[in-house]
């Protein structure tokens, strides 16, 4: 069956505070991940799963994110003259990349009213939603069983991945029904970041999600929840418990994740991923094995 024409949402707007003050002047999705800014990975995972129509919604310091994916022809031209190939590619890579959008949010007011945000450039289209604090590993292919699952069930799809009970307070949190599948759950509720004793599993919502435009009328009439903000995990929860729905179920991810939400693992996922790589991995590996043996 021919995919849906999907577009993918990419939330942007958040103050990134935990990031200052390198995000004083800066999103915190322009942070390079080794060479590479977080928002760059997660455009390309959108497009690697054959999406080609992005929209990204944006706050406060706008300019870096929309300049990145334009082109930049004074350096492109330098890069020629030089007949600096590689690099002349990099630079080029990401204003190839995709149709991209912007809109703006205007006031922060949580993950809920961001995607509401892209309700008129969405129109009548399924969609993703794909948060730039989750990276996910090209590797291990996550949006694609998701969008199939949508495909298939017409149902809203959320990536879940269990996590130490001591984590779930950072996460949504899934109730979850097996299915004949393995690697699919039915999701019966959803609570956004409780405590570990009101958790309902320790399945976590991961920042990916397949909807259908349905899910703007419930974002409409989502009151603020967790942190006074609108939450996404609400209007999910709305979707799961009507019973006339489709539903909402849940893609189990096992493969690798890097979580660039805070510093620590930030830091973490740039040393796991440049250590990975072939052009870095060799000089830096053998200098981690060394500097581990100093701590
Ligand atoms: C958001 C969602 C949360 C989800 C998380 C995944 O929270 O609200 O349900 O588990 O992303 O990264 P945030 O981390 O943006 O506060």
């Given at each position: 069956m021919p995919h849906k024409p999907f577009?993918?949402?990419i939330p942007a707007a958040?103050?990134?505070?935990?990031?200052l003050p390198a995000t004083k002047a800066m999103p915190k999705e322009m942070?390079?991940?080794?060479d590479k800014p977080a928002i760059q990975y997660v455009v390309e995972e959108a497009t690697q799963a054959g999406i080609g129509d992005i929209l990204i919604i944006i706050g406060r310091n706008k300019n870096a994110l929309s300049n990145h994916f334009d082109s930049v022809p004074e350096l492109e031209t330098n890069l020629e003259r030089k007949g600096d190939h590689a690099k002349l590619a990099k630079v080029q890579q990401s204003s190839d990349l995709a149709d991209i959008h912007f809109v703006r949010q205007g006031e922060p007011k949580g993950l809920g009213h961001a995607v509401l945000r892209a309700r008129s450039?969405?129109?009548?289209h399924p969609f993703a939603v794909l948060l730039g604090d989750d990276l996910i590993d090209e590797r291990d292919p996550l949006l694609t069983t998701m969008l199939a699952e949508h495909d298939r069930t017409g149902a809203a799809i959320i990536a879940l991945m269990e996590v130490d009970p001591d984590h779930i307070h950072l996460y949504g949190a899934a109730a979850v029904e097996a299915t004949e599948s393995v690697d699919v759950v039915k999701v019966t509720g959803l609570v956004e970041k409780p405590s570990a004793e009101d958790a309902p599993s320790n399945y976590a919502v991961i920042g990916r999600y397949v909807l259908?435009?349905?899910v703007f009328d419930v974002l409409e009439r989502t009151e603020p929840g967790k942190g006074g903000e609108i939450q996404l995990t609400d209007a999910l929860q709305e979707l799961a418990a009507d019973p006339e729905g489709p539903g909402v179920y849940g893609v189990v991810f096992r493969g690798r994740r890097y979580d660039t939400g805070d510093r620590v693992d930030y830091i973490k996922a740039i040393v796991q991923l440049a250590?990975?790589?072939?052009?870095?991995?060799p000089e830096l590996r053998p200098w981690l094995k060394d500097f581990a043996a100093t701590l």
């Open positions: 577009k993918a949402v958040g103050l990134g505070t935990r990031f942070l390079p991940v080794v450039h969405v129109g009548d259908s435009p349905a250590a990975d790589r072939d052009d870095l991995g």
